[in-house]
Each structure stands twice: as C-alpha cells, then as structure tokens.
C-alpha cells in the first residue's frame, strides 16, 4: 500500500509491521522516522546495514523468533536496502512474527523494482516513496525557521539558502543550524552573514574563483570558469564573495601602511585568517595597492547594481568583469 510522504502522519494510525521508505531525499527520510518511529517508541530499536543482516541471516530471524519471550516491542531499521531484502521479508511474513516493526530505507527505486512492487500492491506492507524536494517546499520549510524563531531576514537571503541546499533538506537543516547558533544574540542575518558561515560545496569554487581574481591569477580563472558551470542564480554570491574578500584586502592594506611586517599583519587578523589561505592573502597584498583595491571595492559595487537590473545577462558580466580584473 502506498502512502504519499506528505501523508506520513497517517503512519501513526496504522498497525502494520513492514513499511518501506525509499527515494532520494535522505533528509525527508530521517525526519520521518524519527518522528514516526523512533520519538517516543518504547521498546528496544536496532539498526542495521541490509550486509548486516543476510551475512547472519540465521541467527537474525533466530533472534526474532527468540525476542517474543523476552521482550514486549523491538523496532529495527535497515539501512541501504535493496532487493535482496526480499528473502527476510517473505520468511518474516511467512512466519507472522508479530511485535517486531521492519523500517527499511532504501535509496532511488525503479518502477520495476521487485522490493518496490510488493510493497504497493499488499495492504499489509506500506510503501511511502520520498521524492526530492522543489525549491518550493524548501523556502517554506525556510520561511517556518525563520517565522518560528522570529528572525528578520530577506526573500534574496532565502532564495540564497535554498538555492544552495541543492534539493537536499539535510542540506538545509545543516545551514539553518549554522544561522541558529550565529543569531544566538542577534534577531537579523544579511546575505554577507549567510556566505560567511555556510559551507556548501558550491562555495569552495566561488571562493577559489575570487582568490585567484584577487591574486590577478588568469589561467586559473580561466579555469575555473571552464570546469564549473555556474548559474545565473550563482552571480550575486560570486560578486559579494569578491567583495568581502576584497573588504579584507583593503583593511590588510591600511594597516600595512603603518607596519611593514605583512605576516604579522596577516597573523593578527580578526577574523583569523585560515592557515592554508594565508600565502594566498599574502600574494594578494602584493598585487594591490590601497587605492587600487578602494576603486576595485567601487566597481565591484557597480557591478553587483549591473547584475541586478540584467539578470539574464549577469553570467557574461561577472565573468567579463572578473576575468579583466585577473589580468
């Protein structure tokens, strides 16, 4: 029998034994069982690897069958299913053992799946597929964060957050945790906060793209361009990327006008810079001067107004931009 995710709150009404959660949100998957099986179970809850369970098949199903003297209720979950499950669900269900509630999470099943048909066509099995989510269903679950925890902060903040999350809500979680315990004194985050304190995959080649601009490094702007393929949505973070980093660039510069000693300089700085990242500020320094790097701060204002008001051509100005600024 199929029930739809977002009707997984029917779950708690059902009395069946065997349920299959399967799909690629591992995010809605997790949430789910833990707030429909585990929160409040009370009896014993295993976990296992489907390896687990066929390299000891035996003594597994001995073990169940033993249970029933020893303990009221267990509750096992099985991880990285696939159709080799088949084998314990039909000695399961041949053997009507009762008390023992079967969670298995597998990942993307096809339609012709034999684990996924059984599933849907018996009454006694329930099967609830767990689709990835849509932006929409994303900046809601966003939106109730923010709502929920009274936090003041813009639809573009949002948008950004969720772009990001790449359809994932684990993703999402794990950034909204981060802005959770940023805001532990504070009731606002703008966009700079956002790129400071996430740490998406995404990130690592944008930042990587604006050092090297900063160190007016051209063939490996070119290449990055080359081997990332950026979205429209991508510009305003690789143009406030730039701009933080040159905000840094800039305060470096100041206080090196009034002390020669660049490493100390760069090792004193709040806040800290990163060990790894050190030599590439150091080159950075080299290649500006201070009022090279203030109009470089004002063209890059300029240009996040440009990319603004031609979203659809903002690609082709902020790598134009970054590759003239990189010579």
């Known amino acids: 029998m199929i029930i739809k995710a977002y009707e997984h709150q029917k779950i708690k009404k059902i009395q069946n034994n065997f349920f299959l959660l399967y799909g690629e949100n591992e995010g809605y998957k997790n949430q789910v069982i833990k707030d429909i099986f585990i929160d409040n179970y009370k009896g014993n809850i295993?976990?296992?690897?489907?390896?687990?369970?066929?390299?000891?098949?035996?003594s597994f199903i001995s073990s169940l069958i033993n249970k029933s003297f020893f303990d009221?209720?267990?509750?096992?979950?099985?991880?990285r299913v696939s159709e080799k499950i088949i084998k314990l669900i039909n000695e399961l269900l041949d053997r009507k053992i009762k008390d023992v509630t079967i969670v298995l999470n597998s990942s993307i099943l096809e339609k012709k799946s034999k684990l996924r048909l059984i599933f849907e066509k018996?009454?006694?099995?329930?099967?609830?597929?767990?689709?990835?989510?849509?932006?929409r269903t994303l900046v809601q679950l966003a939106n109730n964060f923010f709502r929920n925890n009274k936090i003041s902060i813009?639809?573009?903040?949002?948008?950004?957050?969720?772009?990001r999350s790449s359809g994932d809500r684990i993703n999402l979680n794990n950034e909204l945790s981060k802005i959770s315990l940023f805001l532990l004194?504070?009731?606002?985050?703008?966009?700079?906060?956002?790129?400071?304190?996430?740490n998406l995959a995404e990130n690592y080649s944008i930042s990587e793209l604006a050092d090297n601009c900063l160190s007016k490094n051209t063939n490996k702007v070119n290449k990055i361009f080359n081997e990332n393929i950026f979205s429209i949505d991508d510009c305003i973070l690789i143009v406030r990327t730039l701009l933080l980093k040159s905000k840094r660039l800039l305060e470096i510069k100041k206080i090196n006008n009034s002390n020669d000693n660049i490493e100390q300089i760069i090792s004193?700085?709040?806040?800290?810079?990163?060990?790894?990242d050190k030599e590439i500020v150091k080159n950075q320094v080299?290649?500006?001067?201070?009022?090279?790097?203030?109009?470089?701060?004002?063209?890059?204002?300029?240009?996040?107004?440009?990319?603004?008001?031609?979203?659809?051509?903002?690609?082709?100005?902020?790598?134009?931009f970054i590759l003239n600024t990189a010579k």
């Not at 390896?51 to 098949?57: A, Q, Y």
């Not at 008001?309 to 790598?319: E, F, G, P, Q, T």
């Open 72 to 79: 009221e209720l267990k509750l096992i979950i099985i991880s």
């Open 268 to 276: 004193n700085y709040k806040p800290p810079i990163f060990w790894k």
């Open 122 to 135: 018996d009454k006694n099995l329930i099967c609830v597929p767990f689709y990835k989510d849509d932006n």
């Open 286 to 320: 080299s290649k500006w001067s201070l009022k090279e790097t203030e109009k470089l701060i004002y063209k890059i204002h300029n240009i996040e107004l440009m990319i603004k008001k031609n979203y659809y051509n903002s690609l082709n100005i902020i790598s134009d």
């Open 154 to 163: 813009s639809q573009e903040v949002i948008n950004l957050i969720v772009e």
């Open 46 to 58: 295993e976990r296992f690897d489907e390896n687990e369970i066929l390299s000891n098949f035996e």
């Open 185 to 198: 004194n504070k009731k606002k985050i703008n966009i700079d906060d956002v790129i400071k304190i996430t």
